[in-house]
């Protein structure tokens, strides 16, 4: 199904221009309401891109968070290859963070770290996949609506998660919902500690391997999606699901692979934190990731690279806003949130609004 | 006897804005609007109601404010979903992203108190209100307990809501808005054949379904805590699409899915570190979780079938 008004923009213009208008136009309506609660709206702004980017620190955790952001994001638009809207990557991150949890508790004292972090990585994609899977098989078996399936299966997994915590993997005698620290064979290294051991010196920060991870799946998202045969069957799926089924493509098996994959990639958010980042796991980790991913592959029209750009700009949105809200006590991360529903609206749902506006533009010029 | 009415009681509180939702989300639905935004509206409900009746003093005038709030955001969606045939999941969950970071942030900016506003004074608030006789009938065995605890002392919302249950199962099967309302939301094309405007229908059912959130919303913080809480609505507008759901899209099944779950509700408070026999302390969180399930399998099919009105989710084109 084709939503909105189709777009006669030459394929760079759609790919380029359109998001960028859109951007702003998410970017003028939260001006609009820094402005309406009385603070400068300029001054914001230089304020989030300096506490973004403007010093090595903040690079590092920008890149950290933008870690997250492209594999939900990779997650959401796996999905929507194969026209499906998973909102579920929330849960799915939060099953995946109970599977690497698991895994270290019973593990970190004996495995050594080349074992016991692939083993985890493994954990996390499995029971990330799994969480997937069941909406993905109740979608292509059932027929039941895979969005409401998922919306009832990230509360599901948010009460699962609540108990597991709270009764079984609680570190004893903590009042805190949270699990004991994990051993450091689990821990993912950090950017600045490699980069200490060949000579240079970089800030310190939770910016880990798992950055790496991320890049290298965009890369194999982007040939698997296509470049390959699979890839091929997904695309026809999400484009025309009856053609699929005429030209002999399994839709079924597609439908279900499709939110393996993308439950397994929602899994290495749950990685970035965990291994990276906090070393233990407590009930609030997840934190929206999932959420933001939507955001993301919106914007990155489900391509690799607007992926990577869009997880950036939410990468920055969440550090530059934690600095931003040190200055500005009014301004919290809630704002950031704000941003993320402005422009899932502009660049999702109203993705080609101002096509109209702009569509005179390149016509004239075709004239020439 | 004392110890059902009171659980009775909290089912009914609990069970309002749930209700309220739910015919909200069954106007849109019906229409064939998907809305996964009533979470959203409901809280952008909550927050206006909860400021404009601390600001006004009046809780009417924080109603009103709610119930405009909740239609600005249902227009939004109209538009997103109606006039320009995009995409209606996303668009719901703009809505709901939107509504919980534009809530915390206004409210902080005016109230300074951490993104809740403060608490509403006796006089800007709903109260209880205790019906005729009910202290008289109080003694009375079974009817004039059932009329003076669980039926008498809820807030004039309630008594709005029980009203409006049965107007919109008859506005839905009986009127003339609701034949097009109907047929708007199975089948568009032949609803334009016939000469019915299937934009206008459903424009005013995302209206209507906007007034009805907005009165959830108003429940919740200028009723039920007396302030805005930072995301108070706490899944309540998902809550009540799985009970729209369960009740196969139809208003008195919907409202009996909502007092379902109200029920399973109210039972857990009272459950909690209680230790039953045989089964030992249940945990909260298992109760908690029945009514997701239930949507999921009901969804599925193993527990009857729910099918959804046939042209929901899908813009409507007109043919040339």
Redo the contacts between chains.
């Keep these: ?1 084709k ?3 189709p777009s006669t923009l030459p394929r760079w213009a759609q790919l380029s221009v359109l998001p960028v208008l859109n951007l702003l136009a998410a970017l003028l309506v939260t001006g609009f ?1 820094t402005w ?3 603070e400068d709206p300029w001054e914001c702004l230089q304020l989030l891109v300096s506490g973004a980017f403007g010093s090595g620190e903040g690079i590092g955790y920008t890149l950290f968070y933008t870690t997250g952001f492209i594999f939900t994001g990779l997650a959401v638009a796996t999905a929507f290859h194969a026209g499906l ?1 998973n ?1 579920g990557g929330e849960g799915q991150a939060y099953l995946a963070g109970l599977g690497v949890t698991l895994v270290v508790l019973a593990f970190d004292h004996t495995l050594p770290p080349l074992v016991l972090v692939p083993l985890c990585i493994l954990a996390a994609m499995g029971f990330g996949a799994a969480w997937a899977f069941i909406p993905g098989w ?1 979608q292509a078996k ?4 895979i ?3 998922t ?3 990230n ?2 997994a948010y ?2 998660m ?2 597991l915590i709270s ?1 079984h993997l609680i570190e004893a005698g903590s009042q805190n919902p949270t699990t004991r620290e994990f051993g450091q064979a689990a821990w993912i290294p950090a950017l600045h500690q490699l980069a200490a051991g060949v000579g240079i010196a970089l800030p310190n920060t939770p910016l880990n391997l798992t950055f790496i991870m991320a890049l290298l799946a965009c890369v194999l998202f982007y040939l698997l999606v296509w470049h390959s045969r699979w890839g091929f069957q997904l695309r026809t799926v999400g484009v025309n699901e009856s053609a699929a089924r005429y030209a002999g493509i399994n839709v079924s098996k597609t439908i279900m692979l499709a939110m393996c994959i993308s439950g397994a990639l929602s899994g290495f958010a749950a990685i970035n934190e965990l291994l990276g980042s906090t070393h233990r796991m407590n009930v609030s980790f997840t934190n929206g990731v999932g ?1 933001v991913g ?2 993301v592959a ?1 914007m990155g029209r489900n391509h690799p690279v607007g992926i990577i750009l869009s997880a950036l700009l939410f990468g920055g949105l969440t550090q530059g806003g934690l600095e931003l809200s040190f200055e500005k006590p ?3 991360r ?9 422009i ?2 502009f660049c ?4 080609n ?1 101002f096509e109209p506006f702009i569509a005179g533009l390149f016509k004239r010029k075709e004239d020439k | 006897m004392e110890q059902w009415l009171s659980l009775l009681d909290s089912t009914i509180r609990v069970a309002t804005p749930l209700v309220l939702a739910a015919l909200a989300g069954m106007f849109s639905e019906r229409s064939g609007v ?1 809305d ?1 935004g009533l979470e959203g509206k409901m809280l952008v409900a909550a927050f206006a109601s909860g400021a404009a009746a601390f600001v006004t003093h009046s809780p009417w005038l924080g109603l009103l404010a709610g119930v405009m709030a909740a239609v600005s955001m249902a227009m ?1 969606h109209a538009f ?1 979903s109606v006039t ?8 719901g ?14 409210a ?3 109230f300074q108190q951490g ?1 809740n506003t403060p608490q509403l004074d006796d006089d800007s608030r709903f109260h209880d209100i205790t019906l005729p006789f009910a202290d008289a009938l109080s003694n009375v065995p079974v009817i004039g307990q059932l009329y003076s605890k669980l039926l008498s002392g809820h807030s004039v919302l309630v008594y709005l809501t029980i009203i409006i249950i049965p107007l919109v199962s008859w506005v839905v099967y009986r009127s003339r808005f609701g034949l097009r309302l109907r047929a708007v939301g199975e089948n568009p094309h032949a609803a334009d054949t016939a000469g019915v405007s299937v934009a206008r229908v459903r424009y005013i059912a995302l209206f209507w379904g906007g007034v009805l959130c907005g009165m959830a919303g108003t429940f919740l913080s200028v009723y039920q805590t007396g302030s805005f809480i ?1 995301e108070m609505t706490a ?1 309540k507008g ?1 809550l009540a ?2 009970a729209l ?1 369960f009740g196969k899209w139809r208003p008195l099944p919907a409202v009996s899915g909502c007092l379902l779950f109200a029920f399973a509700d109210a039972l857990q408070i009272r459950l909690e570190g209680v230790d039953l026999p045989v089964i030992g302390q249940i ?1 909260s ?2 109760i ?2 029945i009514p ?2 239930l ?2 399998l009901l ?4 527990v009857g079938r729910a099918v ?1 009105p046939k042209a929901i989710g ?2 409507f084109v007109k043919s040339r």
């Design positions: 199904m939503f909105g008004q309401v309406l609660i009385g809207f909102i109740l059932r027929g039941s609506h969005v409401v399936t919306i009832m299966f509360f599901i009460s699962l609540l108990y009764h959420f939507i955001a919106l009014v301004i919290t809630e704002m950031i949130i704000f941003i993320q529903g402005l899932i609206l999702g749902a109203l993705e609004l | 998907v996964i939004v997103v320009y045939n995009g995409n209606q999941l996303i668009s969950m703009a809505i709901n992203t939107i509504a919980s970071g534009i809530t915390p942030v206004l902080l900016a005016w993104g930072k899944g998902f699409l799985a759901i945990p969180q298992a908690q979780v997701y399930v949507t999921v969804l599925a099919g193993f959804a899908v813009p």
